[in-house]
């Protein structure tokens, strides 16, 4: 078991206890405001408390210690500002006349946080440690992952990334909280600020909290995220409670700021001013049925969106590159051309019109003494050329004018562990890390590489000796050095081109597989359902995988085979029971 005395109780990493961390450069003298609970506090003898990451109407999150798994954890704490005070010795207790609203939202706290912890194997989710009562509130376990928020993440490589890129970040994200949904789970807060970017290149949902906290006219603090938050969470006057395509205008609104490095704009806006517009940069590049599924999902009134994640991830696919768009490009005006009517091909040729006659025109006077004088420079080169070779100048200097091919030997020694810099060049030159073997997320992470370098994927190859999103080429090597700010281009792997679908596969529910097939590396468009009747089989789950359980290579398209088969009830029976 660690010692926790040499715990930074910013970072929760062991920096042998000094007081400013070199790791995080937190301040381990500083307090967490009298509000919340203090640094180093232990909550059941096992968590120990450090600073406070984030908090709203809710409560408090905390970086924490699970002292006895030894492994950092995030801790949330139900404490809705307004109806809690903190004692003394850490405890919670309710605000007079607050009675209501506390246990009605820490009822709903366990019961959404135990929901949560049900969902195993999401892969978009935070795995729950334990949820429990103490002190006089409820505390909600998770274990932490190294990475930064999604917002975080698109400030350090460039603003924006390409649909290829956001592809396959989002779907297992969407898959999740469509999962979410069918299990009663609404977020109604997805945003780059609720999207946590792990070091193991996977999205994940962040900040679930219960409904009050997101929802105006509410007895607490209300937490709503300007251009991510929907039309029905501001209190309009509108017949449309919360649902799931809440979540949808939430979700199309991270992919939009994603994909277009700015946010919508926030729903107050766009009910006096409705104009949806994108710049004509992105509506060139971006598939179609992107741009539609976008459209349809920012539909500002609830009755016009996409209304569930499912028909939203549906729409993300080239099937529904048909649909209409509802942006408008923004494009520099330029006068607009008559459109010429269209004429029926003749097979005659129409004889051209004559060419109008030009104007002679009389030829320049040449100045005689300019005339002479280029000829003279003329006739001293040639006979500074000839000297040249006959006097064997260009043998002494190297050049052999008998053998062209042959190439000129030199003493001095190439230079080959620069980039982009002359030999006379005063720029700072820095060494280049060696990228192959490593993650490409954890590359992008590394604050000690982005501050000198910038890196971009230029290609993705199948390879054997490394996993899926390790760098297997770079561009430049780590025997050179580069100015600062250079790109470094690499080649990720997509990890081996055949692998073994699991035989457990059988038996799980469609997203279920569809999950750990996208975890495998298979692409989700060559999943296909296909839907079968067999009343030996379990109800709603695959019972058969073509081609199989085994090696299969990944370009493969995947049928799963899913029972559609519902087992009638004892109601429907027809017998009637002797009396």
Known sequence: MLNTERLCLGCMNDNGGEK???????????????????????????????????????????VGWDNKEDAIVNIREYYPKGAANRNADGTVQIAVGSEFTFNEGIMSFLEL??????????????????????????????KAVQGITLREFLIRNGGDLKWEQARPLFLPLITTVA????????????????????????????????????????????????????????????????????????????LFRVLMGKAPLDVPERVSNDNMQIPARYADVLPKYVLA????????????RIQDMDSFRIALTPVSGDATVAFTPVATPTPAAPTPKAEPVKSVATPKPPVAAQPVREPKKVNPAVTSSIITALVLIII???????????????????????????????????????????????????????????????????????????????N????????????????????????????????????????????????????????????????EKLEVYDPTKPSGVVIEVEPGTGKVDLDSGIILRVNSYTPPSESDGTDTPEQ
């Open 384 to 462: 500074a050329v000839i000297l040249y070779f006959a006097l064997g100048l260009g043998d002494k200097l190297g050049i052999n004018s008998g053998n062209s091919s042959t190439a000129p030997t030199s003493s001095a020694p190439t230079d080959t562990s620069s980039v982009g810099s002359s030999p006379d060049s005063n720029e700072k030159l820095y060494q280049v890390p060696d990228l192959i073997g490593k993650k490409f997320t954890d590359v992008i992470a590394n604050t000690d590489y982005t501050t000198l370098f910038k890196f971009e994927v230029v290609s993705k190859e199948y």
């Open 179 to 254: 999962a979410l949904h069918e299990a009663g789970i609404i977020h109604r807060g997805i945003s780059p600020d609720t999207i946590f970017v792990g070091r193991d290149g996977k999205l994940r949902l962040t900040d679930i909290c219960i409904r009050s906290v997101r929802m105006s006219n509410s007895n607490l603090a209300i937490q709503l995220f300007p251009g991510f938050s929907a039309l029905e969470q501001y209190g309009y006057d509108i017949q449309y409670r919360d649902g799931k395509y809440t979540d949808v205008y939430g979700m199309a609104a991270t």
């Open 20 to 62: 400013i961390c070199s790791i995080c450069g937190f301040d381990n003298s500083a307090q967490n405001d009298a509000e919340y609970l203090p640094l180093g506090f232990w909550i059941k003898d096992r968590y120990l408390v450090g600073r406070v990451t984030e908090h709203n109407g809710e409560g408090a999150t905390y």
């Open 293 to 304: 599924a976008l459209a349809n999902g920012l539909q500002l009134m609830p009755q016009d």
């Open 113 to 142: 946080n135990r929901k949560i912890a049900s969902l195993v194997g999401l892969p978009s989710l935070f795995t729950t440690v334990e949820v429990f009562e103490e002190g006089g509130t409820a505390y909600n376990i998770t």
């Open 464 to 527: 054997a000796e490394h996993e899926r999103g390790c760098i297997i080429k770079q561009e430049i090597t780590r025997e050179q050095t580069a100015p600062k700010g250079t790109t470094i281009k690499v080649v990720v792997s997509l990890g081996p081109r055949t692998v073994k679908i699991p035989a457990s596969i059988i038996g799980k529910t469609y997203d279920e597989a569809v999950i750990e097939l996208m975890k495998l590396g298979f692409d989700f468009n060559n999943i």
